[in-house]
C-alpha cells in the first residue's frame, strides 16, 4: 500500500503563485510515475502534469509555461509550483503515484487539497 500526504494549496489572488507538495510513503518501487490532477466544481478530473522517476515530464497545454513539476526520488516528494494562476485554476489538487506491481499499474491518490485563486 502507498500513502499520500498533500500540502500547500490556499486561497491567491490571480497573478500570484503557490507551491503544492505531495509526499509518497509505502511500498514504493522504481520505475514509478507521480503527477497531479485537479477536479474543478461541475467539471471532469483532469490531468495537470506528470513525471516520471527519469524526470521526463507532461503538462495539460492549460498550464504550459506555468506550472513546473518536479520530484525528488530520495524523499519520494513531488512538487507542483503554480505561477501565474488564474481563476480557472481554482479547483481540489489531487497527488497520485501509479506503479507496476505484480504485472499491473496500480494507482494510488491523495486526499486532495483546495487551490482558490480569487482576488
Known amino acids: 500500500q502507498v500513502q499520500l500526504v498533500e500540502s500547500g494549496g490556499g486561497l491567491v489572488q490571480p497573478g500570484g503563485s503557490l507551491r503544492l507538495s505531495c509526499a509518497a510513503s509505502?511500498?514504493?518501487?522504481?520505475?514509478?510515475?507521480m503527477g497531479w490532477y485537479r477536479q474543478a466544481p461541475g467539471k471532469q478530473p483532469e490531468l495537470v502534469a506528470d513525471?516520471?522517476?527519469?524526470?521526463?515530464?507532461n503538462y495539460a497545454d492549460s498550464v504550459k509555461g506555468r506550472f513546473t513539476i518536479s520530484r525528488d526520488n530520495a524523499k519520494n516528494t513531488v512538487y507542483l509550483q503554480m505561477t501565474s494562476l488564474k481563476p480557472e485554476d481554482t479547483a481540489v489538487y489531487y497527488c497520485?503515484?501509479?506503479?507496476?506491481?505484480?504485472?499491473?499499474?496500480?494507482?494510488?491518490w491523495g486526499q486532495g487539497t483546495q487551490v482558490t485563486v480569487s482576488s
Open positions: 497520485n503515484l501509479g506503479q507496476w506491481f505484480n504485472s499491473r499499474w496500480q494507482v494510488y
Open positions: 513525471i516520471t522517476r527519469a524526470g521526463i515530464t
Open positions: 509505502g511500498n514504493i518501487f522504481s520505475g514509478n510515475t
